[in-house]
């Protein structure tokens, strides 16, 4: 070659190197997902993180009288061994900075059922740490309730979870189907469980951790002096008054109330219950109450449901990188499904895997309400999508909005009698107006019902905003993203528009001094920041929109001197930005997503972001496994694994068209 053509060429390829590495690392993370695709067409994978559920499962098998097998026995020892802190206890989460009593009393009730001995070195740790915390009794109020179940603490020892609440006439501020699903479906159970004051018998083993963890003082226990006791490593929320004034008065009317109401309250309960069962093929609407109504069922020796409950928990155990788990949801699927799709989109496509992915998306979506709705509470679902999938049957605002996403970016490529019928996906973008709050947000799972007072009277201490459905940030963003596409493919709808008019201003309302978003599924604020922007921009702000700027100018002044993004999750308990020591991948591709959606993708910023990605990518294209990033109820991490696989190809292959664009 000549000389003089080759320096040019070299001289452009310095230029342009970054933009032929990142587009080799788009490629090979394509690649790496296509790989990972499921026969199905979704993704699948581990879901852990809270350290409550595996415990609770294990205390189920036990009440149930179905041990597990010995391949998983050993699994979840190894699952249990690997999350075990170093001072012996279990935190909140698997990753968290403390031990919590709830936890580590549940998980040393766990290691012995699961057959350890108590003279076993980390069965031991745990216990000492128990003792040197306190005991049992400052476990935080859901430790307390799974522990009467299990007949290791005395039903008089907790507050009343009175089953009467739900003969209220809905009107009543305070009935429990204005609370947010989530905490009614696990109060739900509860209330049958406490109702019937339903415990397993004491046998040995009982017997036996009633000695170990109360130090042989169990007999003496004065219990109804312990239902305030609550250790100082369990509390997140601490008792307001009006929740203690809420729980003396319940413990006075507990005396008074007659059988045959409890006996109303309870059916009533039940009918609930199996309308939860029915409804979701048994998976329930998460991991709490799957346990919990298979309790119920045990206890009515309702051998049938209880078989069934059975099948459907498999769905929740992962056999993952660190031993066996209960998952916080029956899987993340769809949710995966719909970012790793667009993701691929982004990039430029790959054929057979954007079908097989379109294919799930589309046999996933609900096609029915369930039946009666009013008389069980129950917004629509017809047109949603769920989480995880169709049998699960709960449809969620921001699922509802990817899948439509998904579905309107994929229409034209799919022959017609492979696509989703158009009026499919016009009772997704109608079941996403119905959704819309009056303060112009959207909440997760319904519209929001109960007065932001009622979190005053969260019983929980240990997880915050669990009472009531909020609008948040990241569904609003995620359905106006869908609104916006929608009103282009159905200019014929009415009302999408103002839908998005009003969403637009509700982000306004949410965006801090500082120019960031609070995020509440996803720490934190770097996650926030990034759906607040992508909103305000579907919502029809401009690139010189002043709050686009603040959200450029919040992120980049907290950018780390490598180009990364990393944020502690502590930022969801405090409530602040915290730096993470390390800078991570997955927060890091928000960021960079929401430079290029803020207009500043061509920023130096930006670029520093994209290599950043580029070189911490493996030589497979995939992404290793970080810190976790996931969050809920602002204080329990969660483990979304494929966030690390699709966030950063999709954020790459963003930062490289908006310089196409530019160019
Ligand atoms: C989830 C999982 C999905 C998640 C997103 C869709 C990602 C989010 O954008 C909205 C909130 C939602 C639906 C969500 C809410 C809280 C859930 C259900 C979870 C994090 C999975 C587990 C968690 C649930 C509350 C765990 C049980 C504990 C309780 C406090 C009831």
């Not at 879901?47 to 009440?63: E, K, N, R, S």
């Not at 179905?66 to 802190?85: F, G, H, N, T």
């Not at 415990?199 to 003082?217: F, K, N, S, W």
């Not at 800078?583 to 591709?589: E, L, S």
Request: proline letters at 5%.
């Amino acid at each position: 070659m000549d000389v003089n053509l080759f320096l040019i060429a070299f001289r452009v390829a310095v230029a342009h190197g970054i933009f032929v590495i990142v587009e080799n690392a788009i490629a090979r993370a394509v690649e790496n997902l296509a790989r990972r695709q499921e026969a199905r067409g979704s993704w699948a994978g581990d879901y852990g993180g809270p350290m409550f559920l595996l415990p609770m499962y294990v205390g189920l098998t036990h009440a149930a009288g179905r041990p597990v097998d010995e391949r998983r026995r050993r699994r979840m020892l190894e699952y249990l061994a690997s999350a075990q802190r170093e001072d012996g206890s279990l935190g909140l989460h698997a990753e968290d900075t403390q031990g919590s009593m709830f936890t580590t009393v549940l998980g040393y009730v766990a290691l012995r059922i699961l057959g350890t001995a108590p003279d076993d070195p980390r069965a031991a740790r745990m216990l000492r740490w128990i003792h040197a915390n306190g005991s049992p009794l400052g476990a935080a109020p859901w430790g307390k309730h799974f522990l009467c179940v299990l007949n290791l603490y005395d039903w008089r020892g907790i507050h009343p979870v009175p089953p009467e609440l739900w003969l209220l006439p809905y009107a009543a501020p305070f009935h429990p189907a204005r609370l947010w699903c989530h905490c009614r479906q696990v109060y739900l159970p509860m209330a049958w469980l406490y109702g019937t004051r339903s415990a397993v018998p004491a046998g040995d083993l009982i017997r036996a951790l009633r000695a170990e963890l109360y130090q042989g003082r169990y007999a003496a226990i004065a219990w109804e002096a312990q239902r305030n006791v609550l250790a100082a490593t369990d509390r997140y929320t601490a008792p307001s008054l009006a929740l203690r004034a809420v729980n003396r008065a319940l413990d006075g009317l507990e005396r008074l109330v007659p059988r045959s109401l409890r006996r109303r309250a309870l059916d009533e309960c039940l009918r609930h219950i199996q309308f939860e069962d029915r409804t979701t093929s048994f998976i329930r609407i998460g991991p709490v109450n799957a346990v919990l109504n298979t309790l119920v069922h045990c206890f009515r020796r309702a051998d049938a449901e209880v078989e069934r409950s059975f099948t459907a928990l498999e769905g929740y155990l992962w056999d993952g990188h660190d031993g066996m788990k209960m998952q916080s949801y029956n899987s993340s699927e769809l949710w995966d499904t719909a970012f790793a799709l667009q993701a691929v989109l982004a990039a430029g496509g790959h054929d057979p895997v954007v079908r097989r992915a379109y294919t799930f998306v589309r046999d996933n979506q609900i096609l029915d309400d369930v039946p009666e709705l009013e008389a069980h509470y129950r917004h629509r679902s017809r047109g949603g999508w769920p989480f995880s999938n169709r049998p699960h049957g709960w449809p969620i605002t921001d699922c509802t909005a990817e899948g439509l996403k998904c579905a309107l970016a994929l229409e034209s490529k799919i022959e017609a009698s492979d696509r989703i019928p158009p009026e499919l996906l016009e009772a997704s973008v109608g079941l996403l107006q119905s959704w819309q709050n009056q303060d112009g947000g959207w909440a997760t799972y319904e519209l929001k019902r109960g007065g932001a007072w009622l979190e005053r009277l969260n019983p929980s201490e240990v997880f915050g905003d669990i009472m009531v459905d909020y609008s948040y940030v990241e569904c609003t963003s995620a359905v106006l993203q869908a609104l916006a596409q929608a009103r282009t493919r159905f200019p014929h709808l009415e009302g999408v528009d103002r839908a998005i008019a009003r969403g637009g201003d509700f982000l306004r309302t949410r965006q801090r001094a500082d120019g960031s978003f609070e995020g509440s599924w996803a720490v934190c604020f770097t996650y926030g920041t990034w759906f607040g922007v992508s909103g305000l921009v579907a919502a029809g702000a401009r690139r010189d929109d002043p709050a686009l700027a603040r959200a450029v100018d919040f992120l980049v002044g907290r950018q780390k001197p490598d180009g990364s993004w990393g944020e502690s999750g502590q930022s969801c308990r405090e409530r602040r930005y915290v730096q993470h020591s390390r800078g991570q991948v997955v927060q890091t591709a928000w960021a960079l997503s929401a430079l290029v959606r803020a207009g500043a993708g061509a920023s130096e910023p930006a670029r520093r972001a994209a290599r950043f990605l580029v070189g911490r990518q493996e030589v497979d294209g995939s992404w290793a496994r970080e810190s976790l990033v996931g969050v809920f109820n602002k204080t329990c991490l969660i483990n979304y694994d494929n966030y690390r696989h699709y966030f950063p190809l999709w954020a790459l292959a963003e930062w490289r068209d908006s310089h196409r664009h530019t160019d």
